[in-house]
């Protein structure tokens, strides 16, 4: 279990690096004359990604989940490929990358890395982390209710991001 709790942890001290990217990014952005869009879901996300650390923790260790090999190593290996897709995504945006919806007005649409592929790839590794990182010691509750509330966050999300986007192509 100790291994479990390292890697949650490890995960979120990941996602404590992002925020110090985005928030030098932001700081970019904003001094480019960026418009921010999607304030309103902005907390939602925060507690949902903050929620379900707290929520693999606890299922794992209150509920006594157990690790299943089988389960856990593929289930494993998928959280690490979620980073990387994640980082690739960091990589390639540069300093448009951002956890919240800023556009800079006469920006051009990054193209390249992951977004030669996919509209959204970084929220191809969300969804697979927040699948597979409660799987790794079975705590398939976790892994179930913030994949259904992930699922509505998303469509938000998306939505919103795309209306930005198509207002920096209109621009």
Do not use: K
Request: glycine share 6%.
């Amino acid at each position: 279990m100790l291994w479990y709790i390292l890697l949650v942890l490890a995960v979120a001290l990941e996602r404590l690096a992002e925020l110090v990217v985005a928030q030098r990014n932001g700081r970019r952005s904003l001094a480019r004359g960026a418009v921010e869009s999607g304030r309103g879901h902005y907390p939602v996300m925060v507690v949902l990604h903050t929620g379900l650390l707290v929520a693999c923790l606890a299922e794992a260790v209150l509920l006594d989940r157990p690790f299943i090999p089988a389960l856990g190593v593929p289930m494993l290996a998928l959280v690490v490929l979620a980073q990387a897709l994640r980082w690739w995504c960091i990589v390639s945006l540069g300093d448009a990358w951002n956890t919240r919806v800023l556009v800079v007005p006469g920006a051009e649409p990054v193209r390249s890395g992951p977004y030669r592929f996919l509209r959204h790839p970084n929220y191809v590794a969300v969804v697979v982390e927040i699948i597979a990182l409660p799987l790794v010691h079975s705590a398939w509750l976790t892994a179930l209710t913030f994949t259904v509330a992930n699922a509505a966050l998303l469509t938000v999300r998306i939505r919103c991001e795309d209306r930005a986007l198509a207002q920096l192509a209109t621009a």
